[in-house]
């Protein structure tokens, strides 16, 4: 649920960046990229945080059974620690749409899914790991695709290139983005 939250704001982040270059207003493209990668980060902390202290109790009225209460949050609270990889991705992907380049995220999205599978059947079947591992094996595949999309960032055409000492949240960009 979470996650779909963020997705939608992603998606007006998309929409705010798109209409910026379509009126040639490269400062607040500019200003819009780089909030969102910050809201991606920041949502994705404190999400974590907020996760990470009512795993237990969201569980519970969710009524799991007491059999699976452990596996479930061991493998809910290793995806929260993730949430800001995870949030980064799906920001960073619509940062790619909003200026019509879709193979980017795409091939960022297969290589996460094909790592993903792999180190799953690594983790549980050389290290005999369980829900952890596959977890862990879901937060690094993410972690890979967020990385990687972040250096394609880092080097793209000028209106959507991030630059780390720009990296601050524009409150007006911020509003456009999350109405």
């Known amino acids: ?32 990229v780089h909030t969102a990668i910050l809201t991606a980060l920041w949502g994705g902390i404190i999400t974590a945080i907020i996760g990470e202290l009512s795993a237990s109790w969201l569980l519970t009225i969710l009524n799991v059974p007491s059999d699976v209460f452990p596996y479930a949050i061991l493998y809910l609270r290793i995806y929260f620690l993730g949430l800001p990889v995870i949030l980064l991705y799906n920001f960073e992907a619509a940062i790619f749409r909003s200026i019509g380049e879709t193979k980017v995220p795409f091939i960022a999205f297969a290589t996460s899914g094909i790592l993903n599978v ?39 055409p000028l209106s959507i290139r991030v630059e780390v000492r720009r990296l601050s949240i524009d409150k007006e960009s911020f509003k456009k983005s999350s109405l």
């Open 1 to 32: 649920m979470v996650v779909i939250l963020f997705v939608g704001i992603s998606l007006g982040a998309n929409v705010a960046i798109a209409q910026a270059l379509g009126k040639k207003d490269e400062e607040a493209c500019k200003k819009t």
């Open 118 to 156: 792999i180190l799953n059947l690594i983790f549980v079947i050389v290290f005999h790991m369980t829900v952890n591992g596959v977890a862990i094996a879901t937060v690094i595949a993410n972690a890979v695709s967020s990385i990687l999309l972040f250096i394609k960032l880092l080097k793209s």
